[in-house]
């Protein structure tokens, strides 16, 4: 009857330490590329580039975009630029980075593109951050503030 009743505390005792642990998964998995922070000396890829919408849904960036193209991969790159004041309210300048890779070819593509904030709003969680997004010299008249 002994051996019984320690098969069982040992079982129960697996069971519970088998189901208390805790899921070690990051909250928030995005597929989306994060943002990179800019360096004075780095070149960055201008190609042009139309951005046609932007929105922030569950820290991901969401951009609309559209460019000629059709005949070789596109690169996207979403960059902080380093000058930014980090005291609140917090204002982020950001820009895109758009690499055609010599694609002369003339079809209009139009793709979404999405870019992970998770970092951005860890650094300052406690804090209103405003996200100001240009795409100069394409659309030199439009900047959009996203809070």
């Not at 917090?90 to 992970?116: K, M, Q, V």
């Not at 904030?117 to 439009?142: G, M, R």
Request: aromatic share 12%; net charge negative; proline share 6%.
């Amino acid at each position: 009857m002994n051996t019984k009743y320690a098969y069982g505390l040992l079982f129960l005792a697996l069971n519970f330490i088998f189901y208390s642990c805790e899921d070690s998964k990051p909250v928030n998995q995005s597929h989306c590329p994060a943002i990179i922070l800019a360096v004075y000396e780095e070149e960055w890829p201008n190609d042009y580039i139309l951005i046609n919408s932007v929105s922030i849904q569950d820290q991901e960036l969401n951009l609309n975009v559209s460019h000629s193209g059709g005949c070789a991969e596109h690169e996207y790159v979403l960059i902080q630029d380093p000058l930014f004041c980090g005291t609140p309210p917090i204002y982020i300048p950001i820009r895109l980075s758009h690499n055609g890779n010599g694609d002369l070819c003339e079809a209009w593509i139009t793709e979404d593109l999405c870019f992970n904030l998770n970092d951005t709003y860890e650094e300052f969680p406690e804090d209103e951050i405003t996200i100001a997004l240009t795409n100069f010299p394409h659309q030199s008249d439009t900047t959009w503030i996203l809070n």
